[in-house]
């Protein structure tokens, strides 16, 4: 055995360290599970005192609103999606 052989097979024995740190593979779906039941009781009042105060137009727009953040803090993968779709759109690869 040459000692390039040895030290090459001497490099794959060596076992990889195990990564440290904190695991985050949950946490989203942690925080969308937490905070959801508190966004909708934040809308469902915002909502109703528009209502209630018959401020039509801008219950309407507020409703828009909160379907918009909804949607894009709800939705899996969605800032991805859209950050390629206009990267696509701009010709940028």
Not at 34 to 48: E, K, Q, T
């Amino acid at each position: 055995m040459t000692l390039k052989t040895v030290l090459f097979t001497l490099i794959e024995m060596t076992p990889t360290p195990v990564p440290t740190g904190i695991d985050t593979g949950g946490l989203a779906d942690f925080l969308r599970a937490f905070f959801a039941p508190l966004f909708l009781v934040v809308v469902s009042v915002v909502a109703l005192f528009f209502l209630f105060t018959r401020e039509i137009t801008r219950f309407v727009q507020f409703l828009i609103l909160a379907v918009a953040i909804g949607v894009i803090f709800y939705v899996p993968n969605i800032i991805e999606v859209t950050a390629k779709a206009i990267a696509g759109a701009l010709g940028i690869t």
